[in-house]
T-cell receptor
Framework: DQQVKQNSPSLSVQEGRISILNCDYT??????FLWYKKYPAEGPTFLIS?????DKNEDGRFTVFLNKSAKHLSLHIVPSQPGDSAVYFC???????????FGQGTTLQVKP | EPEVTQTPSHQVTQMGQEVILRCVPI?????FYWYRQILGQKVEFLVS????????KSEIFDDQFSVERPDGSNFTLKIRSTKLEDSAMYFC??????????????FGSGTQLSVL
């Protein structure tokens, strides 16, 4: 079941630069998309979300872009900070179930 | 800030034994979930629970699994006869409205289950 895919297992960027994490989905019933951040030995922490009626949502250094026609979303972090180093999960839900389908995660390393 | 709490943080058990993983969801939340993550794999949905009954479950959630809300605060996951492949990190989550669009889930820190 590969309904949500994060094709890059890892990403390394320099502090202060932009981090771009990508996510693709296949199920056109998904109408809500979320990004979670996870540190080792902790649970996923909600970061930012976007509804399918929008194409962009911004919260401070974090912006999520949604391209419904391409079934693609991305998370931009700018400027990146060393504390942003974590695993980032893309997740999707739809059909009023509340259930989230997660991608495999991308490990972001921000180098000082 | 309110949070979902899970106990224990680590659980080691012998194959065939029963385990109960415990969770205290956020107090005003109505929907509860269990997810798991096998090492190196995705976070996978197991079950959702609302109004004292299961609202949805995955193929993973077979007869060996059960959930319960024994009182007004706890939410438990029981595995009756553990198998080696049940070894994973189990996450509890809760939300205010599970069936609504734009509803985010809040996750606990997880219980690492090791079946020997």
């Amino acid at each position: 079941d590969q309904q949500v895919k994060q094709n890059s297992p890892s990403l390394s960027v320099q502090e202060g630069r932009i981090s771009i994490l990508n996510c693709d989905y296949t199920n056109s019933m998904f109408d809500y998309f979320l990004w979670y951040k996870k540190y080792p030995a902790e649970g996923p922490t909600f970061l930012i979300s976007i509804s399918s009626i929008k194409d962009k949502n911004e919260d401070g250094r974090f912006t999520v872009f949604l391209n419904k026609s391409a079934k693609h979303l991305s998370l931009h972090i700018v400027p990146s900070q060393p504390g942003d180093s974590a695993v980032y999960f893309c997740a999707a839900s739809g059909g009023n179930t509340g259930k989230l389908i997660f991608g495999q995660g991308t490990t972001l390393q921000v180098k000082p | 800030e309110p949070e979902v709490t899970q106990t224990p943080s680590h659980q080691v058990t012998q194959m065939g034994q029963e385990v109960i993983l415990r969770c205290v969801p956020i107090s005003n939340h109505l929907y509860f979930y269990w997810y798991r993550q096998i090492l190196g794999q995705k976070v996978e949905f197991l079950v959702s629970f609302y109004n004292n009954e299961i609202s949805e479950k995955s193929e993973i959630f077979d007869d060996q699994f059960s959930v319960e809300r024994p009182d007004g605060s706890n939410f438990t996951l029981k595995i009756r006869s553990t198998k080696l492949e049940d070894s994973a990190m189990y996450f509890c989550a809760s939300s205010r409205q599970g069936g609504a669009t734009n509803e985010k889930l809040f996750f606990g820190s997880g219980t690492q289950l090791s079946v020997l």
